[in-house]
C-alpha cells in the first residue's frame, strides 16, 4: 500500500545521501512507511519505493515535510498514519 506523494522541497541534500538517490522537487514519489526520528527532535520521515537509503548512515529516510500528499491519496496517508 503505497502511497502518492509530491516532492515540494529538494534543498540541503545531506552529504552521506548520494545524488542519485536524492528527491526532486516537483517530482511523485511512492511512500511505503512512515518513522518518528525519536532521536532528531521527533521528525516525521518517510521510506519511498523508489530510493533505498539505508546505508546513508545516520539517515535512513526522507523528511516527511519535502512531501505533499496527493489529494486521492490522502485517506491511505492517513491509514497508514494509524
Known amino acids: 500500500m503505497g502511497v502518492k506523494a509530491i516532492c515540494i ?3 540541503k541534500k545531506p552529504k552521506e545521501i548520494p545524488s542519485d538517490k536524492w528527491v526532486k522537487a516537483g517530482e511523485l514519489y511512492t511512500i ?3 518513522y518518528k ?3 532528531q527532535n521527533n ?3 518517510v521510506e519511498l ?4 537509503i539505508s546505508m ?3 539517515y ?4 516527511l515535510s519535502r512531501f505533499i500528499i496527493k489529494l486521492e491519496d490522502f485517506d491511505k496517508f492517513v ?4
Open 9 to 11: 522541497d529538494d534543498t
Open 32 to 34: 511505503t512507511h512512515l
Open 37 to 39: 526520528q525519536l532521536n
Open 43 to 45: 521528525i516525521k520521515g
Open 49 to 52: 519505493a523508489e530510493f533505498d
Open 56 to 58: 546513508c548512515k545516520p
Open 60 to 63: 535512513n529516510c526522507y523528511r
Open 79 to 82: 491509514q497508514m498514519m494509524k
